[in-house]
């Protein structure tokens, strides 16, 4: 889960805070921001780098199971299915001027093995962020990025102009 606060309105009145929050609600800001997310951590994937098993267990993986077009067994993307990422959702929170990022709490689809058996215990997709997490893959490190900043700012403003 990433909790990022929308900064520089610190001075501002609590009306006028709420009035820009009320804007960026209105918009389609959270399915732009779900979207642009979606694709920095496709294209741009996570740190740290996956292990050498951690690879060689993938494409073992991916002889038996439907893989997602982005998918490649030694780039941390947190993409094999697709299905993790697809379950990110936004939500923003207008008194906080904030956001938040985190996946859904629907049962992740269990991976066949290589003679096509799927076994395994499910786990919900905000239990396998949650330890991507704990690996050190969150999804929060890509906020920190310049250009993927602009780019939110870049939805921000949008958002304001069109619903102000």
């Known amino acids: 889960m990433a909790d990022v606060k929308v900064k520089g309105f610190k001075g501002a009145s609590v009306r006028l805070r709420l009035k820009l929050g009320r804007a960026i609600k209105k918009s389609k800001f959270e399915e732009q ?28 993986l991916e002889t038996s199971n439907n893989t997602h077009p982005k998918y490649s067994a030694s780039k941390s993307n947190l993409t094999f299915s697709g299905e993790l990422i697809d379950s990110l959702v936004a939500k923003f929170l207008v008194r906080k001027l904030a956001f938040t990022i985190k996946a859904n709490k629907k049962s992740h689809a269990l991976y066949k093995n290589a003679r096509g058996e799927r076994k395994g215990t499910r786990v919900t997709n905000a239990q396998i962020l949650a330890f991507q997490k704990d690996l050190g893959r969150d999804i929060e490190q890509i906020f920190s990025r310049v250009k993927f900043k602009a780019k939110v700012s870049g939805l921000l403003k949008q958002a304001i102009i069109n619903n102000l």
Not at 43 to 57: H, K, R, Y
């Open 33 to 60: 921001l779900i979207e642009a997310v979606r694709k920095e951590i496709r294209d741009n994937g996570v740190t740290p780098e996956l292990s050498n098993d951690t690879i060689f267990s993938r494409l073992q």
